[in-house]
T-cell receptor, first 116, second 111 residues
Framework: GAVVSQHPSWVICKSGTSVKIECRSLDFQATTMFWYRQFPKQSLMLMATSNEGSKATYEQGVEKDKFLINHASLTLSTLTVTSAHPEDSSFYIC????????????FGPGTRLLVL | GQQLNQSPQSMFIQEGEDVSMNCTSSSIFNTWLWYKQDPGEGPVLLIALYKAGELTSNGRLTAQFGITRKDSFLNISASIPSDVGIYFCAGGITSYDKVIFGPGTSLSVIP
């Protein structure tokens, strides 16, 4: 149980375009979803926390107008990287938590973004 | 703010050996989580700990929640090549609504 999927698994786009990444909880209802960014050989950096039906809470230094997060249902959250630039190239990973599951987060497989 | 330290940063061991790694902090946590990440994939939950002193096993893996609530360790017995990866600890505080990740321990197993 507690399976989280992400789509797409990788994406290449031109500079200036927008990219949407989907995160789905497949077998549970995710009251809270998290979006992380990970650079090579580094730990996970939390970008934002989103609760279903409310606005996301962004970490300090993360531009909310650049990284748009929508958590419209208990099984789906989306991250849109707007006007992507090469420095946005990274590994983006979502995680989900369910009510009654404490602080335990279950991660998706990640999305590799390359901006040319 | 809260910060986690993991040691060792990396380790190279012979197949069949036991492995021990730990996670420490100057802050108190009420949840400790251990994850393994393979290259190009998301972290996979190995063990979740919810109570000080708790000792939990998952196959060849054993993890303990330190009684001071400021540390946790993970042991792997009889290592095998597929144990290779990055092991992350994460500490959680209920009122904080998120977890803090350590920098990771890179494990290499020599066949």
């Amino acid at each position: 149980g507690a399976v989280v999927s992400q789509h797409p698994s990788w994406v290449i786009c031109k500079s200036g375009t927008s990219v949407k990444i989907e995160c789905r909880s497949l077998d549970f209802q995710a009251t809270t979803m998290f979006w992380y960014r990970q650079f090579p050989k580094q730990s996970l950096m939390l970008m934002a926390t989103s609760n279903e039906g409310s606005k996301a809470t962004y970490e300090q230094g993360v531009e909310k107008d650049k990284f748009l997060i929508n958590h419209a249902s208990l099984t789906l959250s989306t991250l849109t990287v707007t006007s992507a630039h090469p420095e946005d190239s990274s590994f983006y990973i979502c995680s989900a938590r369910f009510l009654g599951g404490g602080e335990t987060q279950y991660f998706g497989p990640g999305t590799r973004l390359l901006v040319l | 703010g809260q910060q986690l330290n993991q040691s060792p940063q990396s380790m190279f061991i012979q197949e069949g050996e036991d492995v021990s790694m730990n996670c420490t902090s100057s802050s108190i946590f009420n949840t400790w989580l251990w994850y393994k990440q393979d290259p190009g994939e998301g972290p996979v939950l190995l063990i979740a700990l919810y109570k000080a002193g708790e000792l939990t096993s998952n196959g060849r893996l054993t993890a303990q929640f330190g009684i001071t609530r400021k540390d946790s360790f993970l042991n792997i017995s009889a290592s095998i090549p597929s144990d290779v990866g990055i092991y992350f600890c994460a500490g959680g505080i209920t009122s904080y609504d998120k977890v803090i990740f350590g920098p990771g321990t890179s494990l290499s197993v020599i066949p």
